[in-house]
């Protein structure tokens, strides 16, 4: 599609109701004691995700992931599929819908206050758990792997919860997508702005890692 849209193209939208998924291994959420919530990358399917991350289950853990709402065929017109969380397009109201659903499916689990939660963001998902920090989501600990913060960060210091004490940066050494320079700078501009930064570079590509993940969740424990 070229960019900027045609002129003289009038555009229209209206609210529909959809349905969204979610996905969760270990406990159920209700009984947890502890909850992860992983906010997955472009064109990964969470049930997939979770398979790969079954390492972090623990007892009193669960482990969730709900669904971009955006699925497509990873590939052509058939096989694998994924999804993503936004595209450029529309995109002011994309990052709305997503905040919605993230709020209204948290809500929707009636945690105690009293669980640790802990979210990440892997790759695309990064910014989709940057936005909704700064939406008011309140969470024990940050994780955000292998991805980019969004615009809205660099240009106002985002609001979070007062109980974040760190943000956890993780940029694999050979990761082919996430460049350590924009890491780097990204964690220099969060600590400028105030925030305790942490850098991570452990070895490994363009994927998350159960051990490395483990690592930083007993950190402080």
Known sequence: MKYPLPENIIEHSIEIAKKARWFHIGEIPQNAKEI???LHGYGQHPAYMLNGLRELEREGRSICAPEGLSRFYVKGF?????????????????IHDHLTYLNQWWS????????????IGFSQGVATAARWLDDGMTVNKVIFSSGTLPVEWKQQKPRLDKQISEI?????????????????????DLRELGFNAMSHKPNGTHKLSSAVIEEILQENN
């Open 78 to 94: 058939d096989g694998k599929i994924g999804a993503s969380w936004m595209t450029r397009d529309d995109r002011a109201s994309e």
């Open 168 to 188: 956890h940066i993780v940029r694999p050494k050979d990761d082919e997508y996430y460049s350590l320079d924009i890491h780097e700078k990204e964690v220099k």
């Open 108 to 119: 929707s689990l009636d945690i105690d206050e009293s669980v640790s939660v802990t979210l």
């Open 36 to 38: 992860i919530i992983f």
